[in-house]
């Protein structure tokens, strides 16, 4: 996402020292990634997990969403540390090899001191998601799945524009919803003639209409790091809510009816059938590989997001996975099968502190609106840029007026995705099937499918030297099969040790990837059929 090129293959390592300085200067802090890997999860989801919890009860609810979190936190960290690997050491010197022959030979890329191939140092560009998942498949096993790059990279991609608007759409449709309720309420006694009794009972199909004059000015923002400010305020207010929210569900909540026997009766465990809309909230509430990528290209030290000493994905999906648990199993206990797409509309009307709520919720979800639409919209312009390069949009003139263009371009392009989510949340206004729908499709095959089948190319040969780093070169001849035959004699009982162990670890980790394959496929399937099945049957009752 991250690349500046024309021509996004290839790789581009000639950027003057004012260049490369600007750059650092845009880069984060890991406590600004923290924000970021937060805030890219804690929204519409979050605010669903009671619901998703009513989808399949307190038991497996709970542990669903520790299974769920530990197997996302196990992909996102494995595609971190598998793209910075990619641009170091050998594979980076084959990247670049591959890109001077590209360029017939001419030296269009790393002009510096030759590459180390057994350095950490991350020599090339950053890579966004799709770059990594090709990359994976070309140079990964020797290149035994390169034919596959191509597919899987489009995959990919598609996967992650339908996935990250949807999640766009999601959050106009939970603004749209909650200011719907807020304006009955302060509308409901109005004298007949006034703009406010007009305003009363108004279809909720309008109301993502008034969203889009707050949205927009948030969604034409374009750099991250000037959406920090905005992920802080997002969080503040989202953290605030919550707290004020647990206050609801802790107390009598104004002497609402409290779960009849029945209701309880059903708390602890619901039939199989509805788990898969309990995987694809969940998924959607905890899952953010798409910002992943692109945090840690724009960290000043990228190591430390998935390593040593700032494991800043790791803590970010310890605080994810907590506040998502406990919001969804005292959720849950609270309100029963009451429970709404948002829970913030299940808290009392005629209450100041629960408006407040709202309000506030609302306008942290506001905040972030632009830090999600990043993601789509960097994927998109990549298109729009290959077009570009054969002439979709002819230009003539100087290289300002060309940038200048260009710049046009994508920010008419920006401001057509955002009233497009407008338009797709009016069309279907409900957001708990909406994101149950998302985190089924989209987060279940970027979070779990893809990330298993990447782990899977990647240690598909034996040979791949990241099996063996806990042993020593001789040992590693002895394994695949390259000693002499005095040293196969001498060290025969270490090589049998070495294999077992080699053995078992492939035997765990292909255990592990067929049961994220199961898992993302059941709730791919199980969860687009019942919630296509629940849009469709209310789409003629929205009002």
Known sequence: ????????????????????????????????????????????????????????????????????????????????????????GKYAAAILAEQNKNNDGIEGGHTGQPIDINSSELVLEPMDYPDTVEAVFKYGSGGRFASWAPLAKKLTTVSLIVTYYGVNIIYVCIVASTTKQLVDLHTKDSEMGTWSYAMHGLSVRWYPLFVASLIIPMGMVQLIRYLVPFSIIANGLISAGTVILFYFIFTNDNGRNPLSQEERAKLVVWPMTRWTLFAGSALCSMEGVGMLMHIENSMKKPRELAGPPGYTLHWSMLIIVILNGALGFFGYIRYGERCLGSIPLNLPSENSLSEGVKIVVTLGILMTYGLQLTVTADLVWQWLKRKNDTNVFPRAGSATQEVSEMNYQYKLMRFSLIIGTVIVATVVPDVGPMISLVGSVGFSVLGLLVPAALETVWYWELTNEEDFEEMDDVELEDVIGLASAAALTSRNENSKIAKRKIATRRALRHFKNSSYVILALSALAGGTFYNLREMFSMAPNYT
């Not at 996004?8 to 950027?15: Q, S």
């Not at 998703?52 to 669903?64: E, K, M, P, R």
Request: hydrophobic share 45%; aromatic share 4%.
């Open 1 to 88: 996402m991250c690349n500046t090129n024309n021509n996004p293959e290839v790789i581009n390592m000639n950027k003057t020292v004012a260049e490369k300085k600007d750059e650092a200067n845009d880069k984060i802090s890991n406590a600004s990634a923290l924000m970021h890997m937060i805030k890219s999860t804690i929204g519409g989801g979050f605010l669903a997990m009671p619901e998703a919890f009513h989808n399949a009860g307190l038991l497996v609810g709970t542990v669903g969403t520790m299974v769920l979190g530990m197997a996302v936190l196990n992909m996102m960290s494995f595609i971190v540390r598998i793209s910075q690997k990619l641009r170091s």
